[in-house]
């Protein structure tokens, strides 16, 4: 089963809420990322967890806040967003084995 | 220069055509390829991990050129569902955290 999901599916939020997305797999993969994709661009990577330790953060603005809980979950809980926050954020996890990254499905944020 | 580069099409093809992307890359010691796939509006999906010594599933065909720096994927008998992006994906190491991204190739097939 290489499967993540993620929730919600779609996101509508004004520029002073505060919401959390959630991501979750169970392959014992032991590394999470939070990626943000913009239409007709790659996704961009905004952070990585390893081992539920933060290994990478791109310099990402703090209304984006990281956490992971336990291996099999990972949150993001936004602060604050801009309009141009608005995209596709995917998570995904990365089986060491292979070296290979499952996507899930993606939350579709908009910031109005 | 960056890190992975594609060329982002669009490929128009026929049904029934071969159709052969290329991507470079620019860190000569990167160890892990990979091609995805993404629908519009869709997640990236793991089409194929490219392997030295190249591997093939069903239509498709990857290759990895380590002298020139760069890995392809050909498909043939192009089908209508195979209109995608294709992202070429790099990693520097088998154990690493960090991950390359073409812009993607686009990809119509047309009846």
């Known amino acids: 089963d290489t499967e993540v999901t993620q929730t919600p599916k779609h996101l509508v939020m004004g520029m002073t809420n505060k919401k959390s997305l959630k991501c979750e797999q169970h392959?014992?993969?032991?590394?999470m990322y939070w990626y943000k994709q913009k239409a007709k661009k790659p996704p961009e990577l905004m952070f990585v967890?390893?081992?539920?330790?933060?290994?990478i953060n791109e310099s990402v603005p703090s209304r984006f806040s990281p956490e992971c809980p336990n291996s099999s979950l990972l949150n993001l809980h936004l602060h604050a967003l801009q309009p141009e926050d608005s995209a596709l954020y995917l998570c995904?996890?990365?089986?060491?084995?292979?070296?290979?990254?499952?996507f899930g499905p993606g939350t579709r944020l908009t910031v109005l | 220069r960056k890190e992975v580069e594609q060329d982002p099409g669009p490929f128009n093809v026929p049904e029934g055509a071969t159709v052969a992307f290329n991507c470079t890359y620019s860190?000569?010691?990167?160890?892990?390829f990979f091609w995805y796939r993404q629908d519009c509006r869709k997640e990236p999906k793991l089409l194929m991990s490219?392997?030295?010594s190249g591997n093939e599933d069903g239509r498709f065909t990857a290759q990895l050129n380590r002298a020139s720096q760069y890995i392809s994927l050909l498909i043939r008998d192009s089908k209508l569902s195979d209109s995608a992006t294709y992202l070429c994906?790099?990693?520097?190491?088998?154990?690493?955290?960090?991950?390359?991204f073409g812009t993607g190739t686009s990809l119509t097939v047309i009846p």
């Open positions: 995904a996890s990365q089986d060491y084995s292979y070296n290979e990254q499952f």
């Open positions: 392959m014992g993969h032991r590394a």
């Open positions: 967890y390893s081992y539920e330790k933060l290994s």
């Open positions: 860190n000569s010691a990167s160890q892990s």
């Open positions: 490219v392997y030295s």
């Open positions: 994906v790099v990693s520097p190491s088998n154990t690493g955290n960090q991950f390359y």
